[in-house]
T-cell receptor, first 118, second 115 residues
Framework: DGGITQSPKYLFRKEGQNVTLSCEQNLNHDAMYWYRQDPGQGLRLIYYSQIVNDFQKGDIAEGYSVSREKKESFPLTVTSAQKNPTAFYLC?????????????????FGPGTRLTVT | AQSVAQPEDQVNVAEGNPLTVKCTYSVSGNPYLFWYVQYPNRGLQFLLKYITGDNLVKGSYGFEAEFNKSQTSFHLKKPSALVSDSALYFCAVRAPNTGGFKTIFGAGTRLFVKA
């Protein structure tokens, strides 16, 4: 899983609680991403960050929040406002700070965190 | 709008036979196309990509893919399948002129290789 770590691997929370998923990379990549994976739906982008102290909403940002205080770290908080938080969450990173160049580089993924909220 | 379609939820092939996993895309401008593989409860691993140039792209683990602009396809192929190739395969597209950091993934195709 190439230099990206996610912890924990499995996470259980009760409904109404916020939970933070960790993502750390040692690849010196500028860009980092959070995806949600549900069966049969592929990957959906939650948030991405091109550089430190900057991040953008993806397609399904509602109920999630992120921060990018360090290049190596991009934690995701699943808030109680997320209506259906149970899913497999994947963090990724890639080379490329500038918009035009970023497109050509593949993403490196962490091993994922499986979140179950009951 | 950008989109990626993987028309087969599942592909079954016997070990030693050639395999094809299909992908078609819809994007404005020149697409950048990627294939990733996912093993159970793991993250995705990059296999190969098409950016420009030769339409036949070779990647990891003996996989290759052919870019066909007229058919807007990017099918993944391998001449001889292995049981260890059994996994979930994702096709993905990026369109630089609509936001270079956003990748659109297909829904995935599960490949079963039978011994």
């Amino acid at each position: 899983d190439g230099g990206i770590t996610q912890s924990p691997k499995y996470l259980f929370r009760k409904e109404g609680q916020n939970v933070t998923l960790s993502c750390e990379q040692n690849l010196n990549h500028d860009a980092m991403y959070w995806y949600r994976q549900d069966p049969g739906q592929g990957l959906r982008l939650i948030y991405y960050s091109q550089i430190v102290n900057d991040f953008q909403k993806g397609d399904i940002a509602e109920g999630y929040s992120v921060s990018r205080e360090k290049k190596e770290s991009f934690p995701l908080t699943v808030t109680s406002a997320q209506k259906n938080p149970t899913a497999f969450y994947l963090c990724a990173s890639s080379i490329g700070r500038s918009l035009g160049l970023a497109s050509i580089y593949e993403q490196y993924f962490g091993p994922g965190t499986r979140l179950t909220v009951t | 709008a950008q989109s990626v379609a993987q028309p087969e939820d599942q592909v079954n092939v016997a070990e030693g036979n050639p395999l094809t996993v299909k992908c078609t895309y819809s994007v404005s401008g020149n697409p950048y196309l990627f294939w990733y593989v996912q093993y159970p409860n793991r993250g995705l691993q990059f296999l190969l990509k098409y950016i420009t140039g030769d339409n036949l792209v070779k990647g990891s683990y003996g996989f290759e893919a052919e870019f066909n602009k007229s058919q807007t396809s990017f099918h993944l192929k391998k001449p001889s399948a292995l049981v260890s190739d059994s996994a979930l395969y994702f096709c993905a597209v990026r369109a630089p002129n609509t936001g270079g950091f956003k990748t659109i993934f297909g829904a995935g195709t599960r490949l079963f290789v039978k011994a």
